[in-house]
């Protein structure tokens, strides 16, 4: 029934006469960076909230524009930053086809550019200097680029190939995946985008055991793949699709209707909603106005993949979500966040479309069946050189239990902490991020089918709960074409044996706990991984990259006949697609 509302509404917003927002850019692990980089270093007038991702490519042209006019780039590195990423948007450039009707970036204090203004030079994008038969790679960062009055179209291709070898592995470890993008808006008031990747892949050992347990971590039904070129027999065949159709309801309101998967943090990790799972059906509305950017999202998801093995129909769970953030100053923000989970026969329960009320007083009401999260974030910029984020999450708790000291199982929660500084050691461009996060046995699971996750992976944390990590990432960007990245990651957490449940795999009933009291962080078999990683990277021409890539991960369990290593170095080059790190 929701379903057909959704539809209806989105019918309706066809003719409603307001300049549809933009669709979202990719969660490229640079360019996601960069911006991290403006919003500490640079105070401006723009409501940009770093907590609510993936970011609107319009967003990401106004930081641009808004930096030319107020601060300029330091060095060519930045103004590498900047062009690139007016290069990768042009359809949101102050003289491109979504703008047709704004003569000047304005913002509610600052102008900063007009087009009638001949004494003002503006950023455009830049020119092929060879378009391919006239008509393909006009500009350098779209391989076909169509801008009418009331139509423009953004079509590029996406490929993913890397090949490496790990010493405790006797065959070849590789990703293949092709694909492609298409973008556009219709009349300034519709706007879609629908990305497809066709994947086949032979993952390191600790992944491949994941999979056996949880299926492939960001994907949804699976084949088994064999390929006579790289004598390979247990690979994995998926198909990876994303795709929404979105417009504005007011000035400040944004409704969208698609399948994919969402962030919420400013961390590596997320406790609140990440993007570790594989993409789900959902309606997403956005509210910006003044000082807030208030989200809400209802999803679809699937409860179980094994089932997905048959031709019966998969059953279906569902969840509401609400974000709140309010950007307190250009340096301060503070967010609260709310999501519950439900499963009602494949039928959506109506009273959580209500996108404002409280949701632990809808389950209430209903008689308590459901499992509801809350959190609160907090993220503070600290002298243009730094950043302090943090988020806490709340799955449920006894007060009287919460302080006694003794260990209540159902006291369920999580922590996270975070530093993302600048410059290090006066080198520019070098850049450090740390992070700890921990999460109590048990929290995001529950009674029945109500856990925290999509076709059995997490919404929130890979490890699930039942843990605490520290993490380092380090930036490097020596020059506008090179790239570093490199890792440290140590996790403790606590596995169970057969027949056991000790609080780490969600997807388990919390009615299977194996002690009411005594529960701590890493109880059960006590687990200890260490990770290091390190990836370099050239970007050949806009988009497109050549990777070499090593990493380490050591797995020291207490008993040993789980102990396990990995170590490989490989290569690879990528085309439109982001970097997608297997940690856990």
Known sequence: MYRILVISCLVWLCNISVRAQSTVQPAYDLPYHWLDRFDILYDTPLQFHTGVKRYWRKDMVDMVYALDSLYPATSTIEEYQRQWLIDQNTEWALDGPANSNRKAYIDSTETFYTLEDPTVTYRTPSKSKRPFLKHFYKTPGQIIEVDKNDFFLR??????????KDRYDDGLLFENQRGISVRGGIDQKLYFHTDILESQARYPRYVRDFTDKFNVPGAGFTKEYKSSIFDINNGKDFLLANAYVGASISKHVNIELGHGRHFIGNGMRSLFLSDFSTDYFYLKLNTRIWKFHYQNIFGELQQSENEAKTDSLIPKKYFATHYLNF???????????ETVVFARENQFELQYLNPIILYRTVEGSIGSPDNVILGIDLKANIGHRASFYSQFVLDEFKVSELFSGNGWWANKFGIQTGLKYLDLFGVNQLDVQLEYNAVRPYTYSHREIAHYSHYEQAL??????????????VYYQPGPRWSLIGRLMYMQTGEDTTGTNWGSNIILENGSHESDDGNHIGQGVDTKITTIGLDISYELKQGL??????????????????????????SGIRWNLGRRWQEF
């Open 327 to 337: 950007k307190v100053s250009p340096s301060i923000e503070v967010g609260l966040f």
């Open 460 to 473: 929130a944390h890979p490890l699930g709960a039942n843990f605490r990590e520290g993490l380092m990432k």
């Open 155 to 164: 079509v590029n291709p996406l490929l993913n190939f890397r090949l490496s």
């Open 545 to 570: 990259y050549l990777d070499l890539f090593f990493q380490s991960r050591n797995k020291a369990s207490a008993l040993d006949a789980l102990d396990q290593k990995s170590q490989y170095i490989g």
